[in-house]
Structures are given as C-alpha cells and as structure tokens.
Nanobody, 120 residues
Framework: QLVESGGGLVQAGGSLRLSCAAS????????MAWFRQAPGKEREFVAV????????DYAAAVKGRFTIGRDNAENTAYLQMNSLKPEDTAVYYC???????????????WGQGTQVTVSS
C-alpha cells in the first residue's frame, strides 16, 4: 500500500514536498516513481529513483526544479518541488515498480494521489 501526503495550494514560485509512505511490500527491492495527471490529460511520468538513492531521472518539464528521494529505513519516498508553475497543477501519484521505467504500465502499486494546485 502506498499513501501520498503533502499536496495543497501554493502560489507560483513556491515549494511543496510530497511524501509517499509504503507498507506491505519489501520496500528496498522496488524502484519508486512519481507521476501526475492534470484534468483531461493522461497520467505522465515525473521522476523516478532506483532502489538506492544514487540513480534518479526526471521528466524534462521538471528537471532542475524537482528532486526525488527515498529513505529505505523509513519506507518513504519524497518529491521536493521548487519554483512551481501553474502548469504543475495536477494530482500526483507515487508508484512502485521493478525497474527505472517511464510508463504507467510498468508500475504495479499505486497510491491514491494528492492534489497539487499552483495559482498564478
């Protein structure tokens, strides 16, 4: 089970930190990713972190502004979002998978999502 938290309303240029708490799985054997889905759009890849914190990758739209990480001792993942833009408004989902991949179909455990709204 994955449970996200930390979403909310923020002004453009502001920051938010999303967290994802995992239970019921051997956490350090999974890669963890964040996806987002804006109204009327498909769910899209945002960021991924490998089983350790060494390997990460980001969508071009968020590179340099967002940072993904994980704490294997606490079974949590996070997404630090800085310099937020109105186009970052979406429901953000964390997901667990077996490799650092970029498509929804490659992940088999999902959270319920947390809303992020960025006002201009």
């Amino acid at each position: 089970q994955l449970v996200e938290s930390g979403g909310g309303l923020v002004q453009a240029g502001g920051s938010l930190r999303l967290s994802c708490a995992a239970s019921g799985l051997t956490y350090n054997t999974y890669t963890m990713a964040w996806f987002r889905q804006a109204p009327g759009k498909e769910r899209e890849f945002v960021a991924v972190v490998g089983r350790s914190t060494v390997n990460t990758d980001y969508a071009a739209a968020v590179k340099g502004r967002f940072t993904i990480g994980r704490d294997n001792a606490e079974n949590t993942a996070y997404l630090q979002m800085n310099s937020l833009k109105p186009e970052d408004t979406a429901v953000y989902y964390c997901a667990a998978g077996s490799a650092m991949l970029y498509h929804v179909r490659d992940y088999y455990a999902w959270g319920q999502g947390t809303q992020v709204t960025v006002s201009s």
